[in-house]
């Protein structure tokens, strides 16, 4: 299949507008921090919108509706009951003293508020992650472009890592942010045509239920948000209260790079946490554009030997030359929002907390510019490396969900333990860290090529968050205590007022 003129036309537009403004933003980029925080200078909207794009990749758009095709709608808790909660957590209690305290990333919180071993291996762990989620956001799209474009996986894969990658080098946080805005109303408008010509063609809600559910009765469970534990699915309603809502989605609101980068670059504590309830309200929408597609697909198409290709199927068969096109633009506003903000955020970390902390302590602000930017292009190559890994797994979501299960459950404790429990040491962070991410990678096994989880996803986050926030807890009562002056504007209720104290404390910090 190919596109049509108009369609191609559309796309064209969108790409060469998108490198335009990341080039135009490059005159605005003069230091470090302006690469990696946009100056700390925007405002409470761009922020919001940043942060829905940063978080909806084109792995949600294809993989969210290959689950939906293959679950039904408990596919849309992830974004529902598993974010809107952990984005409300995040805006009122840790998104305050993450800003007050003038951090560059998570790590060095935790470097601040426990040691600098704590700092490496979460910034490790996050880089490492970051590479791995960039490669299967480099496959998504080769699954996409394949059945449209009839191009091979490697040029899918080189052609959308060379457009992301150089406005992202260019133009750093504030490149990233701007094109997020301009890429989520595309994302809205082309999610929206979709889903409003889908359901016109199955007959409206009712039509789309009544098709589903005469497919047979292994459809019943498709229109439940909650299913019972011993279903088919991996989401019993067990593992999405325990392992998703609790632990998965908190982890990932208030400890993920890629998101909270957008709030420490607020030119305003107000403006940090608006910016995060602001996305929760857009957050709303988003399973209605990347969720009610599959329902719409497995309607029209059942029988797909691939449920991940239920997206592209949709798209080629429904829609008439131009929206296509508009569609289109929407997958890459979702796929280039994502990589440009984890390709940021990768860089910012192993800038700060690797480089310049281990390697380097006293360069020029120019000299850690120059070396964000050559990060960067390595993390997009080492990206393009691990993409067809994403094949080992079953299932794009679950490539990424199982990735995150590795370590998110740990760090979510000792964050959580250390900012709430003044009590908590430096070595019970550091063998809760490194025990609940040994006991989640020892809950995997690979068979016959593929990776699977001997339990469900979610639980194996549930347990290593448990096992690591009881590991900490012990840990930390057996050793000795930080004194209270180190732990000023770092623990819930010792917070900072002195603005001459915290600078002192962010400058010993630093040394």
């Avoid at 993989?63 to 039904?72: E, K, V």
């Avoid at 993409?387 to 490539?399: E, L």
């Avoid at 964050?415 to 006991?439: D, F, P």
Wanted: charged letters at 15%.
């Amino acid at each position: 299949m190919r596109l049509s003129f108009i369609d191609t036309t559309i796309i064209l537009f969108y790409l060469g507008g998108v490198l335009a403004l990341g080039t135009i933003l490059r005159k605005y980029v003069r230091s470090a921090k302006d690469y990696f925080l946009a100056g700390r200078m925007l405002p409470w909207w761009a922020i919001g919108m940043s942060i829905v794009v940063s978080d909806i990749g084109a792995y949600d758009f294809v993989g969210a509706s290959g689950g939906a095709y293959r679950f039904g709608l408990v596919q849309a808790n992830f974004d529902w009951i598993g974010c809107i909660p952990g984005m409300i957590l995040a805006a009122f209690i840790f998104i305050p003293y993450y800003w007050r305290s003038g951090i560059y990333t998570i790590p060095e919180y935790l470097g601040r508020r426990y040691n600098d071993t704590v700092r490496a291996m979460e910034a490790v762990l996050w880089g490492v992650f970051m590479i791995c989620n960039l490669g299967i956001f480099f496959w998504t799209a080769a699954v996409m472009l394949k059945p449209l474009m009839g191009w091979s996986v490697w040029t899918s894969i080189i052609l959308t890592a060379t457009v992301v990658g150089v406005y992202t080098v260019t133009g750093g946080l504030s490149a990233v942010v701007m094109t997020d805005v301009v890429q989520l109303v595309i994302m809205f408008i082309g999610g929206a045509a979709l889903v409003v010509l889908g359901l016109w063609n199955v007959g409206g809600w009712s039509g789309l239920v009544e098709k589903v559910h005469a497919l047979g009765p292994e459809y019943a469970d498709h229109f439940k948000l909650l299913l019972p534990v011993g279903t088919k699915s991996p989401y019993p309603w067990t593992g999405i209260i325990l392992g998703l809502t609790i632990v998965l989605a908190t982890a990932y609101w208030i400890g993920n790079q890629a998101i909270i980068q957008r709030t420490l670059g607020a030119k305003s504590e107000w403006d940090a946490k608006s910016g995060m309830l602001w996305a929760a309200v857009l957050k709303v929408f988003i399973p209605v554009f990347i969720v009610f597609p599959g329902l719409i697909a497995l309607a029209m198409y059942p029988g797909l030997e691939n449920p991940d290709e239920a997206l592209p199927t949709l798209v080629k068969g429904l829609l008439p030359p131009g929206l296509m096109g508009l569609v289109f633009a929407a997958f890459f506003a979702a796929l280039m929002s994502s990589v440009d903000s984890y390709l940021n955020s990768a860089s910012t970390l192993w800038t700060k907390d690797i480089y310049q902390r281990f390697i380097r302590k006293n360069a020029p602000d120019k000299h850690y510019l120059v070396v964000g930017r050559v990060l960067t292009i390595a993390f997009v190559l080492l990206a393009v490396g691990f993409a067809p890994v994403t094949d080992k797994f079953p299932g794009i979501y679950v490539a990424m969900q199982t990735l995150l299960s590795f370590f998110q459950g740990p760090t979510l404790a000792i964050l959580l333990l250390g900012m709430l429990w003044r009590r908590t040491t430096q070595w019970g962070a550091l063998v809760g860290l490194t025990s609940g991410v040994a006991i989640a990678a020892s809950l995997f096994v690979m068979k016959k090529g593929i990776f699977i989880c001997q339990d469900p996803f979610l639980y194996i986050a549930w347990w290593s968050f448990v096992s690591s926030l009881v590991i900490t807890t012990v840990v930390s009562l057996l050793t000795k205590p930080h004194p209270l002056e180190r732990l000023h504007g770092l623990v819930y209720g010792l917070v900072l007022k002195d603005k001459t104290i915290q600078k002192t404390l962010s400058r010993r910090a630093e040394r």
